[in-house]
């Protein structure tokens, strides 16, 4: 070091002591701590899928987040919720120690819990659009104090007496009960009343084996998803009885069949709860997928991942750019954290050509977390600091140091080899 440069040390050195840097620090790292958990924190994904047909309102509350929201066209909306948590741990001491080592927990655990809420709707309006072989009806409150409403499809070839040009009736029976409808159509349009009159014998059933909260106001959801007692069977027979008449409705509306269920059992995944099927089955995640990661290697992925990887849409191909420049069996967290972050082959890329190889997968979610780019890092080597470390990257990022920073106190006789005298530096003048 020469005696110009000691100098400048010694001159930013006595500006620090001047402001009294060492009783400021503390705070300095709390604030740098925050800074950077809210970079990281912010970065969330959310996926909804939305599947047709049900009623009430069935409001699914996963902690992924799964969320059958039935409106008589069952809607699950499932809101997959990735929340990479990373707590680098920046300490600003009068000389700079950065120890940056994220602790990644990626937490996405899909618990549903069906609830059906809502009105009586066992009368009301209805509205209703013939669209090819369908026809799409609309129920609504029959008055202001209760305001609802939810639709469904049904088939065209249910209704082959619908009244045209004048007011008239026409019904349809489901295994759960009978709905009347009074009015009329004009073209592919028509308006009218309905009167759904339930099942007694069949909410029964249901209670009879096995499935419990059912109660009078499940009927005309039941009717809605058109749930059958060969259903409610096929459920007993693959172990699933002693659930939710919430959860039933949901499983009916999103066809969460046999074949369905045994297809997973084919694969390893018996005994899954019905909160879980009813997740996989609205995201559409199928045995073709997990055998997909299998295939690569990925073995006995647990449920809540295999969702979380499905509403990110991580697949063979977003792999297969990381095996190219040498990232292979990355484990399924990292592979979450990456795709919910926005980390892709080329940003790891971009790094190694600047300079900084076999970078650890954990290392790579700050760098991505505070927009730490090969341009921020180019900008120091224009200035001569070649070499940076690379956990010394988030220090400098977080405490607002730049390469313009830098360039702007070295045109003011700041100058120093050191980036932590300018970390000192900044800090020092902000507070």
């Known amino acids: 070091m020469t005696n110009d440069t000691m100098t400048n040390d010694h001159i930013i050195m006595n500006h620090s002591k001047k402001l009294n840097i060492i009783r400021m620090l503390p705070l300095l790292g709390c604030m740098a701590c925050f800074i950077y958990n809210h970079a990281a924190m912010a970065q969330t994904v959310v996926v909804t899928t939305t599947t047709p047909v049900v009623t009430p309102v069935i409001k699914v509350n996963p902690v992924v987040t799964a969320n059958p ?47 059906v809420v809502g009105p009586d709707r066992n009368e009301g309006s209805w509205f209703a659009t013939i669209k090819g072989d369908k026809i799409r009806i609309e129920f609504r409150s029959g008055d202001d104090e209760n305001n609802w409403s939810s639709d469904s499809d049904f088939n065209l070839s249910d209704f082959p007496n619908l009244p045209k040009g004048q007011k008239g009736e026409f019904s349809l029976r489901r295994e759960a009960g009978n709905v009347v409808f009074t009015g009329t159509f004009d073209g592919d349009m028509g308006s009218g009343r309905y009167k759904f009159t339930p099942d007694d014998t069949f909410n029964a059933y249901v209670k009879s084996h096995g499935f419990t909260n059912v109660k009078e106001s499940n009927s005309f959801s039941f009717y809605m998803v058109d749930l059958k007692k060969s259903y409610i069977e096929m459920l007993q027979k693959t172990g699933y009885s002693d659930i939710s008449a919430g959860n039933l409705i949901a499983m009916s509306a999103l066809k969460v069949d046999e074949a369905f269920i045994n297809s997973f059992k084919a694969i390893g995944y018996t005994d899954l709860p019905c909160h879980q099927l009813i997740a996989m089955k609205s995201m559409h995640l199928t045995p073709e997928f997990v055998k997909g990661f299998e295939q690569l290697g990925y073995k006995d992925i647990p449920v809540n991942r295999l969702i979380a990887l499905k509403s990110l849409r991580i697949d063979g191909d977003y792999l297969k750019g990381f095996n190219d420049i040498g990232y292979k069996n990355i484990p399924v967290n990292d592979l979450i954290t990456f795709k919910s972050v926005g980390i892709t082959p080329e940003f790891v890329k971009g790094f190694e050509d600047a300079g900084y190889k076999d970078i650890p997968a954990h290392s790579l979610v700050p760098l991505k977390s505070l927009h730490i780019t090969p341009e921020y890092i180019n900008g120091f080597k224009k200035l001569g600091f070649t070499d940076i470390p690379l956990n010394e990257l988030p220090a400098l990022k977080s405490t607002g140091v730049t390469p313009e920073y830098v360039a702007s106190m070295q045109e003011k006789g700041f100058k120093s080899d050191n980036l932590r005298k300018y970390m000192q530096l900044k800090t020092s003048f902000s507070n």
């Open 69 to 115: 929201v039935v409106n008589t066209n069952v809607n699950p909306l499932v809101n997959t919720n990735v929340n990479p948590v990373v707590n680098p741990v920046v300490n600003v001491n009068p000389v700079v120690v950065e120890n940056v080592n994220p602790d990644v927990d990626v937490d996405v655990n899909p618990d549903v819990n069906v609830d």
